[in-house]
């Protein structure tokens, strides 16, 4: 069990009684067996005001979980692709409404799934291109193999899409991917996707250089984030958190282990869903979306640029526009912006926050959200799939909130 505060709550508008709320639901979290370890950070006012670890990164070699603890980000990588592809926007290289088609022509000419499967898909040709806005929103079309909710989630599955980076690069994965039927027309459904493996795809083909290379040089480097990497060096072996999922009797079982886990080696490709990270690295990133882009006396993208990517950019919220099928929440009142989801109505949403607040999670339930009007920021990190299982982050939410004093 660590505690590492580094200011007191009270300096910046929160309660130390309160935020012992915090503690000890993480402990319920461990004693209950729901997780093996947790990591939590809350921030405000550009200061972290609590940061506590319970439980173990690795049961078998027992590992305690420690702020040095690497975890596995998956989708909580979206937001850093999505930040490093507006740094291409803001040097001219495309608008949002542009078709993707300027620079992978294999898009081109694709068609929509309108009914059947098993072998008989019907499909309909595609009204208009996929535009860049498509891919930050998912409302691209594209999907996910393991949806397993139509026949093309089984046609991306049939494909080997989910081996990304394993078994095939970012220009082998998008020729696959193009030739494969949207599931909804561009613009008209949000659809959780590929979507953003697509735009690191595109940050090779606009900068001419590997999307890892991009990413790091431009965005991680910068903000200081020293320690999110896409494979594990040898040196730190030691810090890679086990993944678990629940095992027949609730209590965490081992998913993926450390030693043959595939982050523990080179990728083929590295992508959007292959970074590990520590919870004071993503706080980082938390900071420089509060801060509207600025890293110390630099900014990597411009203020206005960020108000954009923090607004809503679909027609609602996301319930009306395509429920997620994987969440534990049901996503009323809430948006979606340039990377990460924009809570639009608390109460619609049945949740405490602020209109404006952004965030997401990743596979392994890690979350993170930052709320400008309260200049708050939270890192949840733990690995228990699926993230669906529990709701970790809703809980947390109220626990952090009513933290808040002043």
Sequence with gaps: ??????????????????????????????????????EVMVARGGKAAFHHCEGMADIARGRPATPATLY???????????????????EGHFQLDDPITRFIPEFSGQ???????????????????????????????LTYGFMQANPVDAMYRE???????????????????????????????????????VLCRLIEVISGRPYDVFLTERLLKPLGMEDTTFNVPSDRMDHLSACYAPGADGRPELQDDPAASRFAGPLKTPFG??????????????QFLLSKGACGDAHLLGRKTMELMMMNHLDGD????????????????????????????????????????????????????????????????TQL??????????????????????
């Design 273 to 286: 869903g292959a970074l590990v990270s520590t919870a004071s690295d993503y706080m980082r990133f938390c």
């Design 72 to 90: 596995r980000l998956y989708s909580m990588n979206k937001s850093l692709t999505s930040a490093a592809v507006m740094m291409l926007y803001e």
């Design 318 to 381: 996301l319930a009306a526009m395509g429920q997620p099928r994987f969440a534990e929440s049901t996503f009323h009142g809430i948006g979606f912006g340039l990377g990460f989801s924009v809570l639009i109505d608390p109460a619609k949403a049945q949740i405490v926050g602020s209109p404006g607040e952004c965030g997401w999670g990743g596979m392994a339930s890690t979350a993170y959200w930052v709320d400008p009007a309260e200049d708050l920021a939270v890192v949840m990190m």
């Design 385 to 406: 799939i699926p993230s669906s299982r529990y709701p970790l982050r809703r809980e947390l939410r109220v626990l952090t909130y009513q933290a808040i004093v002043d």
């Design 1 to 38: 069990m660590i505690s590492q505060p580094i200011a007191r709550p009270e300096e910046v508008g929160l309660s130390s009684e309160r935020l012992g709320r915090v503690t000890g639901w993480m402990r319920r979290q461990i004693d209950s067996g729901r997780l093996a370890g947790i």
């Design 111 to 141: 068609r929509v799934w309108s009914g059947g499967g098993f072998g008989a898909v019907q499909s309909e040709p595609a009204l208009r291109d996929i535009t860049f806005r498509d891919l930050l929103t998912h409302t691209s079309g």
């Design 159 to 197: 494909q080997n899409i989910d081996r990304l980076g394993v078994d095939m690069t970012l220009a082998e994965f998008v020729g696959k991917v193009a030739k494969l039927p949207l599931v909804a027309q561009p613009g008209t459904r949000w659809n959780y996707s590929v979507s953003i493996d």
